[in-house]
């Protein structure tokens, strides 16, 4: 029998899917400190910053309605293993720009759109394919789990990155003669991204040894009505529909993950390895709540606690915008993660539990469309506030704007401020009507 807050892992395939996770994320999240830092080195723009979330961003966009009738339509699994390939592929590419000097940042911002097509389709196959592998009574101890893991790997990820960047090669290749030319060539970027393709391919590995074949789960024919099913069900459900908007306008007015490298080198006066350090603050915040929650679960007055911890966040990037101290910023960027995370959580088992197994994949599509915009295109609005107000400004306006946003949404939508516990028979209560109107599955429901 698992021990209390660690159910989930008497699992096999979740156990699996969780190493292959914390893989591909750590190999990511060092990429992206990796690009961050190459795009502003070429440019010194934080416009060209902004732009590296709007390549990332442009494909959930364009290929949302698709990505989400796939996740239903055919086996998760296998997706997820061709849009990781996809990323091998990518990962590759920047390698080879940064190998060759190429100094053109058209070409990593259309390497980048590459990648984010592949988040565009494994996103929504990823968010349906969970609660396939735990079962029900589980999904909320998995749901946390899954954010842990991805907390964990978001603290590694970048720090790994800014160590790899700077790591002395040069000396090592002094010792080893014959490699010499090799290692002083893999200096900086490629190092990284040698680093990320390796963690791609555990990924892969780890993926194509699961045991669950989830196979097809809708079986109309493709028509706007199905592809338009995900909004519409969310459009009916005001308790999925006030927790997607409301992350949606507080990341994206509140978030400075763009504007990073920017406080690292202007304005707290750090390199690439204190750039590190801060893209992995929030991660710390947020895994130190997730495995509080995992021990101790939110029984009761979840929308109440949402809301709270919005406000918090918001609060905490006030006060990172206005620090000029490196261990204050790191502070309010771990008190923002963690706040951040009880969002993550509650919405997570939101989407999941409060939708019909056959709508899930477009139901996901939806949320990864809120998610890239907040997280994505919120990186080039950080971008385009901070070219025209400067970096410490556009931070400071953003975290009073999320605060506004948490006292707006708490009144628009009172379904999701009384959301009480997080279980199926909770949720469907909330949800009872969202799907009366929908095409119903003729297949699994």
Request: aromatic share 10%; net charge positive; charged share 10%.
């Amino acid at each position: 029998m698992a021990r209390r807050g660690l159910e989930a892992f008497a699992f096999r395939d979740f156990r699996l899917y969780q190493y292959a996770r914390v893989a591909a994320i750590l190999g990511a999240e060092a990429q992206s400190v990796a690009v961050a830092w190459q795009v502003y080195s070429l440019t010194h723009r934080a416009l060209d910053l902004g732009y590296t979330g709007l390549a990332l961003f442009l494909p959930g966009l364009i290929f949302l309605l698709p990505a989400g009738h796939v996740a239903d339509k055919f086996d998760r699994r296998h997706i997820i293993l061709v849009c990781y390939a996809l990323q091998c592929f990518c990962t590759v590419a920047l390698l080879a720009i940064a190998l060759l000097h190429l100094n053109n940042i058209l070409a990593i911002y259309s390497v980048l759109f590459l990648i984010g097509t592949g988040r565009a389709f494994s996103g929504p196959a990823s968010s349906a394919f969970l609660p396939q592998i735990v079962p029900p009574e589980h999904f909320v101890n998995a749901v946390t789990w899954g954010a842990a893991t991805f907390q964990f790997a978001n603290v590694a990820g970048p720090a790994l990155g800014g160590i790899l960047f700077t790591l002395p090669l040069v000396a090592i290749g002094a010792h080893l003669p014959q490699l010499g030319t090799v290692i002083a060539n893999l200096e900086g970027p490629p190092i990284v991204y040698c680093f990320t393709l390796i963690t791609l391919l555990w990924f892969l590995l780890l993926v194509g040894r699961l045991n669950v074949r989830p196979g097809k789960l809708e079986h109309r024919e493709l028509s706007l009505r199905v592809l338009f099913a995900g909004f519409e069900y969310v459009r009916r459900a005001p308790i999925l529909l006030g927790s997607l908007s409301l992350d949606l306008f507080v990341v994206l007015l509140g978030g400075a993950v763009a504007l990073m490298p920017i406080f690292a080198h202007e304005i707290l006066k750090t390199g690439p390895a204190g750039l590190g350090m801060l893209r992995a603050a929030p991660a710390i915040g947020a895994l130190t709540i997730s495995l509080v929650m995992a021990r101790y679960p939110i029984r009761n007055k979840a929308g109440l606690r949402l809301f709270l911890c919005v406000a918090l966040f918001g609060a905490a990037t006030i006060l990172f915008g206005l620090s000029h101290s490196l261990w204050l910023s790191l502070a309010t960027l771990a008190i923002a993660g963690a706040a951040d995370m009880v969002s993550v959580i509650i919405r997570g088992s939101l989407i999941q539990l409060a939708t019909p197994t056959y709508m899930r994949g477009r139901v996901s599509a939806v949320n990864s469309l809120f998610i890239g915009a907040s997280n994505e295109f919120g990186e080039f609005e950080s971008g385009v506030t901070a070219q025209w107000w400067g970096a410490v400004r556009a931070t400071v306006i953003g975290g009073v704007g999320s605060l506004v946003v948490a006292g707006v949404w708490a009144v628009l939508f009172p379904a999701l401020r009384k959301a009480n516990t997080l279980t199926v028979e909770a949720l469907l209560q909330n949800t009872r009507h969202a799907d009366d109107e929908i095409p119903q599955q003729q297949g699994e429901a």
